[in-house]
């Protein structure tokens, strides 16, 4: 039943039900989505396993984390949680 709907999706012969479970995580991962969110996606109990197995996705969580902390520490210093989320969305 599995191949021949690979190959009505003209995926290439071979594509096994966990390369496309494997690619639909990358995918979700490499967009941005958080890893509890994929690990729901996925069934799983908890995010432990999404990050072991895709934690090498992720290059970029320094380029989002470290301007959320030049946000905060700008020139007009800490901030309070409130005005953090309001500076933090824009």
């Known amino acids: 039943m599995f191949k021949p709907a690979v190959e ?27 890893v509890v969110a994929v690990a729901e996606r996925l069934g799983h109990e908890n995010a432990t396993l999404v990050l072991k197995t895709y934690g090498h996705l992720m290059p970029d969580s320094e380029d989002r984390t470290r301007p959320a902390i030049d946000t905060v520490w700008s020139s007009d210093g800490p901030q309070t949680p409130k005005s953090l989320a309001a500076r933090c969305s824009s």
């Open 8 to 34: 009505s999706a003209g995926l290439p012969a071979g594509v096994t039900s966990h390369d496309l479970r494997h690619h639909y995580a990358s995918v979700l991962l490499a967009a941005g989505e958080s």
